[in-house]
């Protein structure tokens, strides 16, 4: 009995994740009720998006042209190859300040039980990325979960196999962490990979 | 450092209720990555309802005509009108099949924290509607949550003052509910509002 048009942005809705048939309904007269303009944003940040938006050459992150301008800056050094799992951490890294190299965006991670394997990753298209006679190392800096760390030693694994060095982010109690409120497995990884003085 | 266009994908679905950056990043992804035909199928969804979707005239659901079609149905009982918060309250009202009256739909409830009151709820719209000669009753099926029975007061209050008669839901242990699961308010109610057999 409730309107045709209603009834489909309440369906439409539910392509988000996370979103149930009651969050879908919450949404819809949230939207319609209390924040119109909000709605017709998104109904035009969703188009423009999808009309804009490709994956760059290069990196494989979203970009706006065919190579998105940090792989075209050439202030950054061709030599470092920092794989990522996920757009979100590749800023993280960048608000390190920390570094200074290239990166591949896998947009994912091995998860056989949701049906993505490396062809489903296209580790190919990494591959063929790090056949790049200027690289020297692939920093994997994919998640220290248990998909992240599978990813990453198939990565290795591939890229050992073709000659190209390989190395991890390190492990260990974070900065400022105090080993009272530090879990086992941290500390125990911390004092397996401890550093010289 | 990101594509513009997806930033403001990002920004525009922190719209939605109870999603913060975080969130909006991953759906932005999610929709990007996985589901592009989703995508275009809510922006299409939200342009349409923003289009043809507006208050009844009557009832003041969500409908895409003036009057909607359970308003204009003749079959249904012009003395009875069932006050509910939002257009999900009466679905599940519509769901029992024990109610054939008409329907007032506040579209939310008095809640002085987020600046609602009787005349954020447009209360004089409802005020006039049970003007109407026909009714002979206002049942209140507000929720029964401290907005809703505030809410319901507030009706009873003004309703009574014009010579309108009002009823509530009654309160009481589910049907199918075993007492020990049951909460000692509920139970409470349900004995001071016990029913002679």
Known sequence: MSPSSLDELIEALRCLPGVGPKSAQRMAYHLLQRNQRGAA?????????????????RCN??????????CANPQRDPALLCVVEMPADLAMIEQTHAYNGMYYVLMGRLSPLDGIGP??????????RAADPA??????ATNFTNEGEATAHMISDLLAARG????RLSRGVPVGGELEHTDSGTIAQALIERRAL
Chains 1, 2 share one sequence.
């Open 41 to 57: 944003r998104l109904s035009q940040a969703l188009q423009r998006a999808l009309e804009v938006l490709r994956h760059c050459e």
């Open 61 to 70: 992150t979203f970009a706006e042209s065919a190579v998105c301008s940090r």
């Open 119 to 128: 062809r489903e990753l296209r580790l190919d298209r990494l591959i063929a």
């Open 135 to 140: 690289l020297r190392e692939v920093i994997l």
């Open 164 to 167: 190209v060095r390989t190395s």
